[in-house]
């Protein structure tokens, strides 16, 4: 199924003006906790529907509440108020939240168009990015395979309203939102294919067919490039599977993207590098039956950098960006590579094989490497990569390591700022006996499930070379599995943000 049956991107478009002229089906009225927060301006016949029902305490303004009303004042077809919680605690994050759940609220009731008012706290530019970020977010459809009882509308314009000012850096704001926002949904769209369709073969087709005719370039080695290449790690978890590997390479060069820019780009080269298993069985150490279908969000991290590569080739950065991305397929079969196996990474590492379910940092330590060949000067790895780390985070942060430390706050920093939760843990030399292999350079699975998030992260470490590096952990993050108001079950799209923000910023870490 193409990409775009996954996501329609709304029409975005700025309003100054009047609420109540705005014409569009659901005009949503952000409603704070503090009643003499909302100096929304509107329609007197609105505004005292609001006293009235405050005073009965129906309207509370609590997050994510929502009333619909009707309102002949107002050129909108339906009024939707939408609770914010105290005015005081309004972020970029939670601007990007009621932009979905308004987003999602306007498809539940059937509308295709959505007019969000950025009053009162939620003005200026991040909030007003943050709200075009959100709601198209929510364009996303989880139930594109339905072909009966779909059950919401197609969005197909989306409005921030502004009563005055700035609108020229607002509009900026606005379809900066919606670029970061379809990233996303290019990331969740890939995540939710099913792995008989989304093979490593078909990823890198995606792959081309996103990038065909951009300033992104995209390279696909196959199968005998990569044994030219000796990726001993990567071919071994590839060799069960009769869906062959691929690693997609991605370019993207500011010096190709602008006709002024230098003709080749000096400074940093960022490397990032996205596990892609398309569907993880575990291999010859086979995984349980329950929940063995959501293994197919393992390509979640390759994902990621495509939804980031989607957003540079529209909105720039000011230096080079690398993206490698191993594609495999980890399955159990006569060819299969075995616990006890010693495999050969493309660095000389020899790593022998404890645990054939502990493949992602197999393909991962190939493709640091080959990111290294290719002139990357800072690392990134993005990787459903344990459970354990789930375990240790629950569903809200993800995992973040890296050393040195100041790259790692620096990755943490375009976390925070982008609108991803990295949390830091640690990686001292302490931890390092746990990889330690009598027979070969080191084993790829501790003997020990204490730390599992840990170990492995020290593992992709001895593939980065001298070179700053930090791993993200997104095994808890990368899906949802239960709905909010703000994000509905399924692939969320977590660390694409990460990734604009840390490219786009390079001036201020190189
Ligand atoms: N893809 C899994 C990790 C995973 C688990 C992602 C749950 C999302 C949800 C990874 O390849 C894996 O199997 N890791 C093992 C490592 C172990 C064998 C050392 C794990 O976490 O159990
Ligand atoms: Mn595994
Ligand atoms: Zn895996």
């Known amino acids: 199924m193409p ?6 991107t709304p029409t975005l478009r700025l309003v100054v003006g009047p609420t109540a002229s705005v014409d569009t089906d659901v005009l ?3 409603v704070f906790a503090e009643a003499e927060a909302t100096p929304l301006d ?3 016949a609105v505004a005292s529907v609001m006293v009235a029902m405050r005073a009965s305490q129906e309207l509370k303004g609590e997050p994510y509440e929502q009333h619909w009303l009707r309102n002949e004042a107002v050129a909108a077809g339906r009024i939707l108020l939408l609770g914010v919680g105290p005015s005081t605690a309004v972020t970029p994050d939670l601007a990007r939240r009621l932009g979905t759940a308004a987003g999602l609220a306007t498809r539940s009731r059937g509308q295709a168009r959505v007019a969000i008012v950025a009053g009162g706290a939620l003005q200026g530019e991040p909030l007003v990015r943050a709200l075009a970020e959100g709601v198209t977010l929510a364009a996303f459809h989880v139930d594109a395979y339905k072909t009966r009882d779909r059950k919401l509308a197609t969005l197909q314009s989306a409005a921030i309203v502004v009563t005055a000012g ?5 509009a900026d704001a606005v379809a900066l ?16 294919e099913p792995p008989n369709v989304l093979t490593p073969a078909v990823l890198a087709d995606r792959a081309r067919a996103l990038f065909a005719g951009t300033s992104v370039q995209v390279d696909v080695l196959d199968e005998t490039q990569l044994h030219e290449k000796h990726m001993g790690m990567l071919l071994g978890v590839a060799q069960g599977s009769v869906n062959p590997p691929r690693l997609i390479v991605l370019t993207y060069d500011p010096a190709n993207a602008s006709a002024n820019a230098p003709a080749k780009s000096t400074g940093p080269v960022l490397g990032l590098v996205g596990k892609a298993v398309t569907f993880d069985t575990g291999g010859i150490s086979i995984k349980p039956a329950e929940n063995m279908d959501k293994m197919k969000y393992d390509m979640c991290g390759g994902a990621a950098v495509l939804g980031a590569f989607h957003a540079l080739a529209r909105a720039g950065a000011p230096s080079r960006v690398i993206g490698v991305i191993p594609a495999v397929e980890n399955m159990p079969s006569g060819a299969a590579f075995r616990p006890g196996d010693i495999l050969t990474a493309a660095s000389g590492l020899t790593v022998e094989i404890t645990n054939t379910d502990a493949e992602g940092r197999l393909i991962l330590g190939d493709a640091l490497w080959y990111a290294r060949q290719l002139g990357a000067t800072h690392l990134v790895d993005i990787a ?5 780390c789930a375990v240790a985070l629950g569903r809200v942060a993800s995992g973040l390591f890296g050393t040195p430390d100041d790259w790692r706050d620096v990755v943490q920093g375009a976390g925070t700022r982008g609108g991803d939760f990295l949390w830091p843990l640690p990686m001292t030399d302490d931890y390092k006996d746990l990889l330690k292999s009598d027979i070969a350079d080191m084993v790829n699975a501790a003997g020990t499930r204490y730390g599992g998030a840990i170990s492995a992260a020290l593992f992709l470490k001895a593939f980065a070379g001298d070179l700053p590096w930090a791993h993200l952990d997104i095994a808890g993050t990368a899906w949802a599995d239960e709905p909010k108001p703000y ?8 660390a694409v943000r990460t990734l604009i923000e840390l490219a786009r910023s390079s001036g201020s870490w190189a």
């Open 166 to 170: 700035g609108a020229d850096s607002l």
């Open 384 to 388: 459903t990569l344990t459970g354990a």
């Open 42 to 44: 509107l329609p007197d």
């Open 3 to 8: 990409l775009h049956e996954f996501y329609t």
């Open 28 to 30: 949503v009225l952000p």
């Open 487 to 494: 994000q509905p079950k399924g692939p969320t799209g977590v």
């Open 177 to 192: 939102g919606s670029v970061l926002g379809e990233a996303a949904n290019v990331a969740r769209a890939v995540a939710h």
